[in-house]
């Protein structure tokens, strides 16, 4: 479900329609090509980055979710919450988490990324109510009855929520903060050879944060 239903347009869509760098720029200097050719991006660098910005993720999620949450009571009568709302909210936290830092990665929105990022989260909220809210008749166990309402009925639910969504993506906002400072300090300068002057062309950094110059 995670995978199939909830997260998989938005990355397909941002493996399409991504571009990093713009196409005049691209037709105007093709050595910039280079820079992914033979899978130059894929580099120890990037990948332990990805690494541990998971393993960040899944310390947050887990953890920080188990102190908010426990001896949480999400009723006026004082009962606790169980297994299946705190799986709940953990969950909810993963999707959110996972689409809005490719919200984050971005650069070049059209409608469809639009579409499929915001959709897919609507989706999810969506189907939550609808399977919880629906006694199925061919399940023995309705153990996610009612979970999800049950759980958004909750204020202290609400912030853990939003809290954990922000703490997760916090690196994420920093390394953007620190590459959108980095390339202005990049320029590419070419030099017309009728006119002797020079233009001056500021060229987007991939997310490898490579820096081209000719």
């Not at 105007?28 to 992914?36: D, E």
């Not at 799986?87 to 490719?102: N, S």
Request: positive net charge; hydrophobic residues 50%; aromatic residues 20%.
């Amino acid at each position: 479900m995670f995978n199939i239903c909830f997260t998989s347009l938005p990355i397909v869509a941002y493996s399409l329609l991504e571009q990093h760098i713009p196409i005049d720029t691209l037709m105007s200097f093709p050595k910039l090509y280079m820079n992914v050719s033979d899978n130059a991006m894929l580099q120890l660098k990037p990948f332990l980055y990805w690494t541990c910005l998971g393993l960040f993720d899944g310390f947050v999620f887990f953890f920080g979710g188990y102190f908010l949450f426990v001896d949480a009571s999400l009723e006026d009568n004082g009962k606790m919450a169980g297994n299946w709302s705190f799986g709940t909210m953990i969950f909810t936290v993963l999707v959110f988490t996972v689409t809005l830092k490719l919200a984050l990665d971005t650069r070049f929105w059209t409608w469809l990324n639009h579409f499929v990022i915001w959709g897919s989260l609507a989706f999810y909220v969506f189907f939550s109510f609808f399977w919880g809210g629906i006694l199925w008749p061919f399940l023995k166990h309705q153990r996610m009855y009612f979970v999800f309402a049950q759980l958004l009925s909750s204020v202290s639910t609400w912030l853990a929520i939003f809290l954990l969504i922000f703490i997760s993506l916090f690196p994420e906002m920093i390394m953007i903060i620190f590459k959108n400072t980095k390339r202005k300090s990049h320029q590419v300068t070419r030099r017309l050879p009728s006119s002797g002057t020079s233009t001056v062309f500021m060229l987007s950094q991939t997310s490898s944060n490579h820096s081209f110059s000719e």
